[in-house]
């Protein structure tokens, strides 16, 4: 006899055949039919079992939530929607689970609720299909960068530089919160934090993913990044996943190409493969638009926004062409693109991209060339000496997805920069060698992992993507 999955069972038409299956008890009706899911797919198989050979207590046992182990046959089945089920023979509880205090019942619960049940909410068919999305995506991202010459490269977490010069770090410490070691003025010393160095969790690995695209070429991360901003909206987390692309010999059009080259092949994977779980994850947000007023409901569904988005262009539009279509349109009243108009030079606020990206332009934004001063210290500076080559990609309902730009390469500029802005140069010494020996042109980004899954699975809150979401309130698990 064989253990199938659910998946594999429900693909076969072998009738008779003899298998075995293991999973978690979905729903049990009139005594006869298990819904059973094993995670392999989104959909359940139903077992019937034959309740009259079946022990009362066994039959009292098969309560949702429960593991099961069933041996059966493989029937056509007499219901709608499916080809196949199994004709129990033996069935033997693995793992019961109470029906009074299993908090996952067959019904719908909300998500808020769900994230207090964060080890749990996988049992449900929307944060499976999720999950098994986020999976797939990740692989899609290593198979692309696999399949396009780049190499993988890990950096560390335990970092002294602060790639983002942005100072939202979280410290690293050994220190003895008791008897922290001291400086002359009696403060605690955080230069001992790290066995005599001032450490903190990476906010980035682009500076040390440029050391090895100037000596590999083509290099992409992909890791858990920490930001200590004290942000809570349902697009930010204090831990998130970042891919980083960075590759020798390319200016800022080229790593446009890459961005959007690469956002494409990933999300046309998930559509390939994936079909099931985002055939799912859509229709329920039909059934949520429906809920909506008629002018409130999105145009395209979630299988459409994909296909729009890999079926055309993004658009490249200047940081200073887009504060004059700012400047030119009206800020509608309506509260989502009611915005106050910025004069350049200023940083654009999620309401200016929103507008940009949903009202005025409808598709993937890719913006550049932003003024120098709102921008990080390492982007190359553009020959009108006020804006750098940086851009950042917006996407509709999720905003900045992607933030990058070419890099700094000229020794004596970057050293400017970092004097201007107070960054230590005996900090970033590694970094300005880069400059010093066999300089050139390099560009890489930084895409947001769980921005991407948001997009790709419709879900609006990030603490929705991600297994355990680590948010200012929330850490617990
Ligand atoms: O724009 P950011 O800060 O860029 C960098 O860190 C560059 N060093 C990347 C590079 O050029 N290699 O972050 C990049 C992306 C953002 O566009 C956003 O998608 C995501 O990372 N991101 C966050 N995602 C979730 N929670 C947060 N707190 C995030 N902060 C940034
Ligand atoms: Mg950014």
Redesign the pocket.
Known sequence: MNTYTVSQLLAKDQFGLEIEIKGWVRTFRANRFIALNDGSTINNIQCVVDFENTSEETLKRITTGAAVHIKGELVESQGKGQKVEVAVTSIEILGDSDPETYPIQPKKHSFEFLRENAHLRTRTNTFSAVMRLRSSLSFAIHKYFNENGFYYMHTPIITGSD??G?GEMFRVTNLDAENPPLTEDGKVDFKEDFFGNETNLT?????E?ETYAMSLGKVYTFGP?F?A?N?NTS????E?W?I???VAFMDLAGNMDLAEDFMKSVLSYILENNREDLEFLEKRLLDEEKTKPQAERSEMSLIEKLKFVIDNNFKRVSYTEAIDILKNSKPNKKKKFNYIIKEWGADLQSEHERFLVEKHFKCPVILFDYPANIK?F?MRLNEDGRTVRAM??LFPGIG??????QREERLEVLKEKMAALDIPEEELWWYLDLRKYGTAVHS?????????VMFATGMTN?RDVIPYPRTPQNAEF
């Open positions: 790639a983002e942005a906010v980035s690995g682009q500076l993913a990044t930001r901003e942000s697009r930010h987390l204090s998130f970042m980083e692309p960075e990080a390492y950042d990609i900045e997805m992607v933030g990058g730009s890489g980004f930084g895409l947001g992992f769980e921005r991407l990030i």
